[in-house]
């Protein structure tokens, strides 16, 4: 219970006079005594806070940077109307700055045995669950003299899932697909090619590709054509160690991964693939497998929500062994870790071996748009050592890209733009070479 600031300022208009003609207690209780009676009436016609009963309902997931909506459902039970300021408080990353004040502050006026609603939108700045904290109220007498203060507990929870920036480049990468796959039949003839028809030859068809049975039976050479093969496994690899929370430009790098392994799991669902997930430090971070073509994109979104990288040195033996487990018999392994010297040389090329031998292995990695940026530096001398500077780190990061080729593997070197069409074109030039 508490007076509000309307009492203590007429309770101090009151006391002035009395204090310069009669400065006496009993002056200033005289005089205020109609004040306190009024108090007296406002805290008894003031509904209390205790006994309402408040419930949630409303949205429980979100894509970053969308608004949710959480209602807040206020019961008074009680014989007195209720007017009061409540405050819905949830975590500071659960706004945009400086619109807290405004979302999470509202006034309610509820008649006695009735109930109205509040609602509190939210636009989260951060991926992850935002959960509900305390509501609190402050109950108003008629007179808004007093007012009673009271907490109420109500849990809720809304999870933020990545934006998935990337999906405006689906239509035009499933325009693609469609060349590789049975609507426009291919020649090309691989280990991971399967066959689709025959028709007549032509000049320029592969000579390889003739069915030297079937033109025995007619009249005109004919030749076979191929179709990329399905049910084809991706395990998508994240890893969420040290070199995963470095940031370019707004957001960590693992935001770029996970926007890049959506569009490829959109990509390789739609194609007929199957899609598991594995998120790897030094220990399991998330791991989704075994889910239906409709049921990949949900799963891997929903389980990227909570996911941050993890101060320490991921345990590159560890990340191999896991990924080996998860994918028994040849897979597309595709590795969105750091291109940085140090982790791949002492970490991924001792074991890297192990997964070539069984498995084709795509690397993609975050490049530093910056970088780029200094590179073409020039105009004083600051400017030219930054530009030697990045011209050394651009060197060495192409260099170990080189070591990771020369071992049979794919590298997607990409600005966090450019990272998911690129990764998705590696993805569409393997499956027309028949490489999975």
Request: with cysteine; aromatic share 4%.
């Amino acid at each position: 219970m508490a007076f509000t600031g309307r009492a203590a300022l007429l309770a101090a208009l009151g006391a002035l006079p009395v204090g310069i003609w009669e400065p006496s207690w009993t002056g200033i209780l005289a005089v205020n005594a109609p004040l306190a009676l009024a108090c007296a009436c406002d805290a008894a016609l003031a509904a209390p806070v205790r006994r309402l009963g408040l419930t949630r309902s409303g949205d429980t997931s979100v894509r970053l940077g969308d608004t949710a909506d959480v209602t807040l459902t206020v019961t008074n039970p009680s014989g007195r109307p209720l007017r009061a300021h409540l405050r819905d408080a949830w975590p500071p990353s659960s706004w945009e700055s400086g619109t807290e004040v405004a979302s999470s502050r509202h006034h309610v006026s509820v008649p006695a045995g009735e109930r109205r609603r509040v609602t509190t939108r939210l636009r989260p700045t951060r991926r992850g669950d935002r959960r509900a904290d305390r509501v609190t109220i402050r109950s108003y007498g008629p007179l808004r003299l007093f007012a009673r203060q009271g907490n109420h507990r109500v849990p809720w929870s809304v999870r933020v899932l990545p934006p998935f920036t990337s999906r405006k480049h689906l239509p035009s990468k499933l325009a693609r697909l469609r060349e590789l796959d049975g609507r426009t039949s291919v020649l090309t003839r691989g280990e991971g090619t399967e066959f689709d028809s025959l028709r007549e030859y032509v000049p320029g068809d592969d000579t390889r590709s003739i069915d030297w049975r079937a033109t025995a039976r007619q009249s005109t050479v004919a030749v076979r054509t191929w179709r990329p093969e399905r049910d084809r496994h991706i395990l998508l690899v994240l890893d969420t160690g040290r070199t995963s929370a470095g940031r370019v430009g707004d957001a960590p790098r693992l935001d770029a991964s996970m926007d890049a392994a959506l569009l490829l799991a959109a990509l390789a669902s739609r194609a007929g693939d199957r899609v598991d997930l594995l998120a790897y430090d030094r220990r399991v971070r998330a791991l989704v497998q075994g889910r239906a073509a409709g049921e990949v994109l949900p799963s891997l979104v929903n389980a990227m929500a909570v996911l941050e990288p993890e101060l320490v040195e991921t345990d590159a033996r560890g990340l191999a062994g896991i990924a080996l487990r998860t994918a028994p018999r040849r897979s597309l392994i595709v590795l969105l870790t750091s291109l940085d010297a140090a982790p791949v040389e002492e970490g991924l090329l001792p074991v890297l071996s192990g997964l070539t031998q069984r498995h084709t292995v795509l690397v993609a990695s975050v490049a530093d748009p910056y970088i780029a940026r200094m590179a073409k530096a020039r105009g004083d001398a600051e400017a030219v050592y930054e530009a030697a500077a990045a011209a050394q780190a651009q060197t060495e990061r192409h260099r170990t890209a080189e070591q990771l080729r020369r071992r049979g593997v794919t590298v997607v070197d990409a600005i966090p733009d450019d990272l998911a069409p690129a990764l998705a074109d590696a993805y569409l030039a393997l499956k027309a070479a028949g490489r999975l």
